[in-house]
């Protein structure tokens, strides 16, 4: 009975701390699922970003080799 008493007042003095409150699962979730898109849609920016970048990259490369080969 003092086990059962004990548990009961840890669990109410849990529950009153705000501690014990459960998390708003779909809230979470949603939550989630956005920030997957907006990690998809940075990766995707990134990715375009890249073959920019490799792009301007090769087009250096080449009036590089061209400015080189004129001398």
């Not at 548990?7 to 989630?32: C, F, H, K, N």
């Amino acid at each position: 009975m003092e086990k059962r008493l004990s548990q009961t007042l840890g669990e109410a003095a849990w529950a009153e701390s705000g501690l014990g409150v459960p998390a708003d699962i779909d809230q979470l979730q949603q939550r989630i699922t956005m920030l997957e898109q907006n990690l998809a849609d940075i990766q995707g920016r990134l990715d375009e970003s890249d073959d920019e970048l490799e792009a301007a990259r090769a087009v250096n490369r080449e009036l590089t080799r061209a400015l080189n080969q004129r001398e």
